[in-house]
């Protein structure tokens, strides 16, 4: 079956909603997401908590079941949640506003289309905090078609000093510049990825 014929293709989605997490640790993860989203919470009960940051009624909700194990981060299963701001000088911001709350990122990387920092929650979830790289997605569908066999998982920056550059006005655009002068295409590199986005201090 042919994935672009339209007569067989799914009606697609307008938008991703909402992202439900299952723990174990219900307290120190609502406090964790309310924290590090600076999010409301709409609803929450001792056992189940929605809550928002924007203008959807609810983004994340996390709930406790009785008898749910401790995640084994060598499962199959959710890789990272994904969170955008529209700007480097937002990211930096912050970044710096949870630094304070002793939140920290384990991995920090221009992937090409996004300038991304990872992080991780009291369940061992990842979660990123990204910018676009690019004006349009067009542009970055068109990067990641051309270049990603070389690298399709970036290249890493150290934090303070993109944030410092940012706080002297440099060229947003320049910093964000996609960097492929990396080889990153073997399974080992993505064993590497996925234990640096799990080295993040929660703050808690």
């Given amino acids: 079956m042919s994935t672009t014929d339209n007569s067989t293709k799914v009606l697609s989605p307008t938008k991703l909603a909402h992202v439900v997490l299952h723990t ?30 924007d ?24 890789g ?5 701001y529209d700007s480097l000088k937002d990211l930096c911001a912050s970044y710096k506003q949870r630094k304070m709350l002793g939140m920290e990122p384990g991995w920090c990387v221009n992937h090409g ?3 991304s920092l990872y ?15 690019f004006e ?12 990603f066999e ?6 890493d920056f150290d934090i303070e000093e993109l944030c410092r550059k940012v706080e002297r006005g440099e060229d947003e655009g320049e910093l964000k510049r ?18 640096l986005m799990q080295q993040g201090t929660t703050g808690l």
């Fill in 24 to 53: 174990h640790q219900y307290d120190r993860m609502l406090q964790f997401y309310t924290r590090f989203l600076g999010a409301n919470i709409v609803f929450e009960n001792g056992h189940l908590a929605f809550l928002s940051y």
């Fill in 55 to 78: 203008e959807e009624h609810h983004r994340i909700a996390i709930i406790s079941i009785p008898g749910m194990k401790e995640k084994d981060p060598q499962t199959s299963g959710l």
């Fill in 80 to 84: 990272h949640i994904s969170f955008a």
């Fill in 113 to 115: 289309p996004t300038t």
């Fill in 119 to 133: 992080y991780c929650d009291p369940d061992g979830n990842s979660i990123e905090i990204q910018v676009d790289n």
């Fill in 136 to 147: 349009t997605n067009g542009e970055a569908t068109a990067f990641m078609m051309a270049s």
């Fill in 150 to 155: 070389r690298n399709p998982l970036g290249v």
């Fill in 178 to 195: 996609p960097k492929v002068e990396i080889v990153r295409n073997r399974p080992e590199d993505l064993v590497r990825a996925a234990r």
